[in-house]
């Protein structure tokens, strides 16, 4: 049953515009940050992690939580439109296995632009001129920003589920990027959804420790994960989500 799910998922994206966001807005980032990095290279003395963190700065706390906030919305479009949440809710399959599948698309998503900003970082540091080694943390700094990139998967996905606007869920995604910039700030960044994305990529200071212990980032990441599942599980039991 959840392997059907999960196909009906995934067939959405196939000729998707949704690709486009993929490809085209972890380049703005890119860009930018290379861009500001050459021009502030007398400050930005420590390379790569110099270029990270200029990367990072426009990606960690703006571009990648409204593309994942597009990846969201356009997951539950179909459901949104006409009187879809009809078919949905007499499907015979737990309604868990229809909030998970989305999950497991968006992570497959969110994975894919990791890797997508890790080639376009070495891409940078190479055009900037960058001769010395990569550093050795840079496929932690991935993989940790991948499980902080999910539980902003599972957040949105919750938003999007109870708000039929595309644009909203969006706008509230660069908003809690934002935010999450001033949680890390004052020390919370391990407490709130969206710091843990900049918490896991080391978005500002690369070259260090991460600001909480690796064990309770993955521990935060795993009881918001499983805190949206059941949320969103419970309310479409709980709720009558016919829309007309």
Request: a positive charge; hydrophobic letters at 50%; proline letters at 5%.
């Given at each position: 049953m959840f392997g059907r799910a999960l196909r009906a998922e995934g067939m959405k994206l196939r000729h998707s515009?949704?690709?486009?966001a993929f490809i085209l807005l972890p380049m703005l980032p890119a860009l930018i940050g290379t861009f500001n990095y050459q021009q502030n290279i007398s400050i930005l003395q420590d390379g790569w992690y110099s270029l990270w963190t200029q990367h990072t700065l426009f990606s960690c706390y703006f571009f990648l939580p409204a593309i994942i906030g597009v990846?969201?919305?356009?997951?539950?479009?179909?459901?949104?439109?006409?009187h879809n949440w009809n078919s949905v809710m007499t499907m015979p399959i737990p309604v868990s296995c229809f909030?998970?599948?989305?999950?497991?698309?968006?992570?497959?998503?969110?994975?894919l632009t990791q890797v997508w900003t890790g080639v376009l970082y070495l891409l940078s540091g190479k055009l900037a001129g960058l001769s010395s080694p990569v550093p050795g943390q840079f496929p932690e700094w991935l993989l940790t920003g991948a499980a902080g990139a999910i539980v902003i998967c599972?957040?949105?996905?919750?938003?999007?589920?109870?708000?039929r606007s595309f644009a909203v869920p969006v706008g509230l995604a660069l908003m809690g990027g934002i935010a999450g910039l001033g949680m890390l700030a004052k020390g919370y960044g391990g407490f709130f959804p969206y710091s843990l994305l900049s918490l896991g990529m080391r978005a500002n200071q690369p070259g260090g420790p991460m600001q909480c212990a690796l064990e309770h980032f993955l521990?935060?990441?795993?009881?918001?994960?499983?805190?949206?599942?059941?949320?969103?599980?419970?309310?479409?039991?709980?709720?009558?989500?016919?829309?007309?």
């Amino acid at each position: 049953m959840f392997g059907r799910a999960l196909r009906a998922e995934g067939m959405k994206l196939r000729h998707s515009p949704v690709w486009l966001a993929f490809i085209l807005l972890p380049m703005l980032p890119a860009l930018i940050g290379t861009f500001n990095y050459q021009q502030n290279i007398s400050i930005l003395q420590d390379g790569w992690y110099s270029l990270w963190t200029q990367h990072t700065l426009f990606s960690c706390y703006f571009f990648l939580p409204a593309i994942i906030g597009v990846y969201c919305s356009y997951l539950y479009r179909l459901e949104h439109l006409n009187h879809n949440w009809n078919s949905v809710m007499t499907m015979p399959i737990p309604v868990s296995c229809f909030f998970l599948a989305k999950l497991c698309i968006a992570s497959a998503m969110v994975i894919l632009t990791q890797v997508w900003t890790g080639v376009l970082y070495l891409l940078s540091g190479k055009l900037a001129g960058l001769s010395s080694p990569v550093p050795g943390q840079f496929p932690e700094w991935l993989l940790t920003g991948a499980a902080g990139a999910i539980v902003i998967c599972a957040v949105q996905l919750c938003f999007s589920l109870m708000i039929r606007s595309f644009a909203v869920p969006v706008g509230l995604a660069l908003m809690g990027g934002i935010a999450g910039l001033g949680m890390l700030a004052k020390g919370y960044g391990g407490f709130f959804p969206y710091s843990l994305l900049s918490l896991g990529m080391r978005a500002n200071q690369p070259g260090g420790p991460m600001q909480c212990a690796l064990e309770h980032f993955l521990l935060s990441c795993a009881l918001y994960v499983l805190a949206c599942v059941l949320w969103a599980a419970l309310w479409m039991k709980r709720r009558d989500v016919h829309t007309g």
